[in-house]
């Protein structure tokens, strides 16, 4: 079901020529064919920033209808709503993270069986996640926003958004499956159609939802989950046609290997443990922020919504890392790896710097965009310049990321994670009593620093044990 047919791309006699070099080819100067790889690395970083810039879209349209309903409470519960979803989905990135660099491994590897049990155990494992996630939603909701924090008016929104939104566990980790089979084997325009797909849908039943039948907070939570159970309905459609002809069917023991399954798992952990470090940053940023008031949190809101714009632009060349060290660590190709290393990290830097500018310059009027409450816009203009900052402060840590994942290195990119974490909590303890937002911002800006050291300094080991050639 995960692998393509003979007449497309990603069959064995016509796939796309991933790498330039021979396996082992160490002697290769580092400069040649400079032109192919950054064509290459711009062909796929492209359509995958596109498709990540629909999602902050998303929620700066989500912001934006709460942000113009009549209260700061529901800017503050929809902020506080997507972060318990931050910590219910993307606590199970690992499932795109994970299938991500699986796949890319088994496509430079061109080892098509191992490429379709891949993507068939991460879809079990999500619909299985998915369930019980519906089967736990009051008490994941309940602990979620009391730990988060926030006043009586933001925790009930913060609620009603959560209760509609949940729904759409099974589907939403089925998208990220899908998303990670087609980042893998790099059909980035299909993964550019999906999320667009389902980022209009989002918009398009949000504004129905909120404005028609007047579901207030909970339409835009529900517009997100009709939006996930369309966009896993497109999913499943392209897995189908994608399907392999003229391959035996998988079997079941095939799927359920033992040390296939171990090594999912201890793949998925690892992917796991660091999302929650990462998500616990931005929880505590979130929970200390509404210590400050209502207004504070709903500022800070506005704010990541830039972050967020510039995470998800730089992660299409962290996702074109791990589509290219994950073949390059199939292949055994080291000069490969190097290259993928060094062109996606260049074209991020280009794309944190102009991140940077725009905030900037910018950054006022897209406050304004955002919301029309007074008293939020003037405590977002007056923290604007941490947000302006903070691209060139995350670029390595975002790009770093990609690397370590395609090359399925996760434990050393949890143990990274976690040093960062508690250099962030230790930030936040010693500056946000003294400096109040300002010492909250800078410690989240030492966290995205700490986050690119700890990843740089191993490069060169992760290099050599992904693309060593293993003894016969």
């Known amino acids: 079901m995960a692998a393509a047919p003979d007449n497309d791309a990603l069959a064995r006699n016509t796939r796309p020529n991933i790498l330039q070099t021979s396996p082992q080819n160490d002697s290769t100067d580092d400069t040649a064919l400079p032109v192919r790889w950054h064509r290459r690395v711009l062909t796929l970083a492209f359509p995958i920033v596109l498709a990540n810039l629909t999602q902050p879209i998303l929620g700066a349209v989500d912001t934006a209808v709460a942000g113009h309903l009549d209260g700061p409470q529901y800017l503050g519960g929809v902020a506080l709503g997507g972060l318990v979803f931050s910590f219910v989905f993307w606590g199970f990135g690992f499932l795109r993270m994970g299938t991500t660099g699986l796949v890319a491994q088994a496509f ?55 209760h509609a939104r949940i729904w ?48 207030g ?108 060290v994950g073949a390059a660590a199939g292949a055994r190709d080291r000069h490969a790896f190097r290259q993928a290393v060094k062109v996606t990290m260049f074209w991020s830097a280009i794309g944190a710097a102009g991140f940077s500018i725009v905030f900037w310059f910018s950054g006022e009027w897209i406050i304004g965009k955002l919301t029309d409450q007074a008293v939020v816009k003037a405590a977002a203009v007056r923290y604007l310049p941490w947000a302006s900052i903070l691209p060139l402060a995350s670029v390595a840590g975002f790009q770093l990321d990609g690397v370590f994942i395609g090359a399925t290195r996760t434990h050393e990119l949890m143990k990274a994670m976690a040093v960062s974490l508690a250099v962030f909590l230790l930030a936040a303890w010693a500056l946000a009593g003294s400096l109040g937002n300002h010492g909250l911002w800078l410690a989240l800006t030492i966290f995205m620093v700490a986050r690119g050291i700890t990843l740089a300094v191993q490069v060169p080991a992760i290099e050599r044990a992904s693309c060593a050639v293993p003894r016969s």
């Open 108 to 162: 430079g590897a061109r080892d098509d069986d191992a490429l379709r049990a891949s993507v068939l155990r991460a879809l079990l494992l999500g619909l299985a996640i998915g369930a019980t996630v519906l089967a736990l939603q009051v008490p994941i909701v309940r602990y979620a926003l009391v730990a988060l924090g926030g006043s009586a008016a933001v925790q009930d929104t913060a609620s009603a958004y959560c």
């Open 168 to 215: 759409a566990a099974p589907f939403a980790l089925g998208n990220y499956v899908v998303l990670g089979y087609l980042l893998g084997c790099q059909r980035v325009r299909l993964a550019l159609v999906t999320q667009i797909f389902i980022n209009l849908v989002n918009i398009v039943a949000v504004l129905l939802f909120v404005y028609r039948f007047d579901w």
């Open 217 to 324: 907070v909970a339409g835009i939570g529900a517009a997100t989950a009709f939006a996930d159970f369309c966009g896993f309905a497109l999913g499943l459609a392209i897995l189908w046609r994608l399907r392999p002809r003229g391959l035996a069917p998988l079997a079941p023991r095939s799927i359920f290997d033992a040390h296939a399954l171990r090594r999912l798992v201890a793949i998925n952990r690892d992917i796991f443990v660091r999302t929650i470090c990462l998500l616990g940053s931005y929880g505590w940023f979130a929970h200390l922020g509404a210590r400050q008031g209502d207004a504070v949190l709903a500022a800070n809101a506005v704010l990541l919504n830039l972050q967020t714009f510039m995470s998800f632009g730089l992660d299409g060349f962290a996702h074109a890392a791990e589509a290219l």
